[in-house]
T-cell receptor
Framework: AQSVTQLGSHVSVSEGALVLLRCNYS??????LFWYVQYPNQGLQLLLK??????LVKGINGFEAEFKKSETSFHLTKPSAHMSDAAEYFC??????????FGKGTMLLVSP | DGGITQSPKYLFRKEGQNVTLSCEQN?????MYWYRQDPGQGLRLIYY???????QKGDIAEGYSVSREKKESFPLTVTSAQKNPTAFYLC??????????????FGDGTRLSIL
């Protein structure tokens, strides 16, 4: 069985501050991991994915994530938040099958 | 441009009525998926299909049905047996053939409400 835990349903940052969104996973086999972003009333867009190559993965819009096997984590970071980053972010895991298990999401709020 | 089209964007259902949500993709993807999204619950898998004329139940299939008669189409029917159908429904597709290492591409969703 696989599962994803996203710590914090809401995260608030100021514009220009570091963004850190936490994701921990559980998987019986080496996982594939994904981060998605969702803007209101829209579908999900892929930010980045980890598929067993480099442990530090760079994605779109300046986001990156680091796979840490010992901590079973895949936290998402961005050095400097923009107002346009305000959205809901989802971490997802696949354990080698074609289905994904999603976390419950973290809403990122960015204040000026 | 290639993508996934979901229609309608908003849908209203009366008690006891079946409704069908449309999902069409022109990405030539083999796999297609239906998710239900409720506030604070993330995405939960309803059904998925890896090939035409074949599909599997996800975690919350009760009260839903699907068909996959064409590669590009994967309609979802919300039946009257689904007692709490109000939600945001998302369709996705992927090139994944069982390995799990391919991302899913999403449509813009259909919001279903009960009258």
């Amino acid at each position: 069985a696989q599962s994803v835990t996203q710590l914090g349903s809401h995260v608030s940052v100021s514009e220009g501050a570091l963004v850190l969104l936490r994701c921990n996973y559980s998987s019986s086999v080496p996982p594939y991991l994904f981060w998605y972003v969702q803007y209101p009333n829209q579908g999900l867009q892929l930010l980045l994915k980890y598929t067993s190559a480099a442990t530090l993965v760079k994605g779109i819009n300046g986001f990156e994530a680091e796979f840490k096997k010992s901590e079973t984590s895949f936290h998402l970071t961005k050095p400097s938040a923009h107002m346009s980053d305000a959205a809901e972010y989802f971490c997802a895991v696949s354990s080698g099958y074609s289905t994904l298990t999603f976390g419950k999401g973290t809403m990122l709020l960015v204040s000026p | 441009d290639g993508g996934i089209t979901q229609s309608p964007k908003y849908l209203f259902r009366k008690e006891g009525q079946n409704v069908t949500l449309s999902c069409e993709q022109n990405l030539n993807h083999d796999a297609m998926y239906w998710y239900r999204q409720d506030p604070g619950q993330g995405l939960r898998l309803i059904y998925y299909s890896q090939i035409v004329n074949d599909f599997q139940k996800g975690d919350i299939a009760e009260g839903y049905s699907v068909s996959r008669e064409k590669k590009e189409s994967f309609p979802l029917t919300v039946t009257s047996a689904q007692k709490n159908p109000t939600a945001f429904y998302l369709c996705a597709s992927s090139t994944d053939r069982g390995g799990g290492n391919q991302p899913q591409h999403f449509g813009d969703g259909t919001r279903l409400s009960i009258l």
